[in-house]
């Protein structure tokens, strides 16, 4: 699957059309809405694209609302803002626009590696990737039993290969701890440059997080009576990686109700290496008709 993280590459690489501002273009998948993580993925390469220094100050976090649906069928602008180019610390702002209106706005902090305290929260103790079931054996022994738009998922071409640990909840085991657990890493290799492994990352990281909120209810949001979309996404890096390294995505969900779910997600290196943290509040309703 290395054409598909080819595909991803070119999907983020976007195209400058003047100082501060760029182009970026959706896959034409059929998709009604533009994928979250697309969006989060290309707003993170254009405020990078304005840092002059980012090798030695890369992004550290995001905060970004959803505002509107994105339309794949045409492109989105990229308007940075340059707020502070402090000695420490580099902030932008990015909003991506579509139909003259804000589809997106984001805040990117960067920030350069320091000596200081550290502490971190030790990774969960669960099978690893090799044990958990192949691409090959998902297809032939679970993806017949799981639902319509799960199965069609894993079939696809894709740029993020997924393991996940508790697969049984595709087959609605519900968990009422409310925790998941996903192996993922790219399905080819990527560049060496830094950034664009927090880019990728950002982009794999809205894939399953609002899913969360249904854990504990043994459903998914892929059930055709739920209607959902995100409204906000927070991400910190906190440590160097790799994406196309096997690295574990813990989430959970604290909170669910008032027609809305919150997800949160620690994302560990296959030592146990805490490397970011993200958080997700999205729209979960029921369909009545």
Not at 35 to 48: N, S
Not at 257 to 285: C, N
């Amino acid at each position: 699957m290395a054409s598909a993280v080819q595909h991803l590459l070119s999907v983020i690489d976007l195209e400058p059309l003047e100082v501060n501002l760029f182009r970026g273009r959706s896959p034409q998948s059929g998709w009604q809405r533009v994928f979250g993580g697309q969006v989060i993925g290309q707003a993170l390469v254009a405020a990078c694209r304005t840092v002059d220094e980012l090798a030695e100050r890369p992004p550290h976090s995001l905060h970004a609302y959803f505002l509107l649906p994105g339309d794949p069928k045409v492109p989105i602008i990229y308007q940075v803002e340059r707020l502070r180019d402090g000695k420490s610390y580099t902030t932008r702002r990015v909003t991506a626009i579509q139909h003259g209106r804000p589809i997106y706005s984001t805040m990117v902090s960067f920030h350069g590696a320091e000596n200081g305290i550290e502490h971190q929260f030790p990774m969960p103790d669960v099978a690893p990737p090799e044990s958990l079931p192949s691409e090959a054996e998902l297809k032939e022994r679970i993806l017949p039993r799981m639902p319509d738009p799960v199965r069609g998922y894993f079939e696809r071409e894709r740029p993020i290969e997924l393991r996940p640990v508790e697969f049984e909840r595709y087959l609605g085991k519900a968990h009422p701890e409310g925790r998941f657990h996903v192996w993922i890493r790219t399905t080819g290799r990527l560049p060496d440059e830094p950034a664009i492994h927090r880019c990728v990352l950002a982009y794999a990281s809205d894939m399953l997080l609002l899913d969360a909120a249904m854990i504990p209810h043994g459903r998914t949001l892929f059930e055709k009576d739920i209607m959902a979309a995100s409204l906000d996404h927070a991400m910190w890096f906190h440590r160097p990686f790799r994406a196309d390294d096997w690295l574990l995505y813990c989430q959970d969900s604290p909170s669910g109700g008032g027609g809305r779910g919150f997800g949160r997600g620690l994302i560990f290196t296959r030592d146990g290496t805490l490397i970011s943290s993200v958080a997700q509040e999205g729209v979960i309703r029921t369909r009545t008709r």
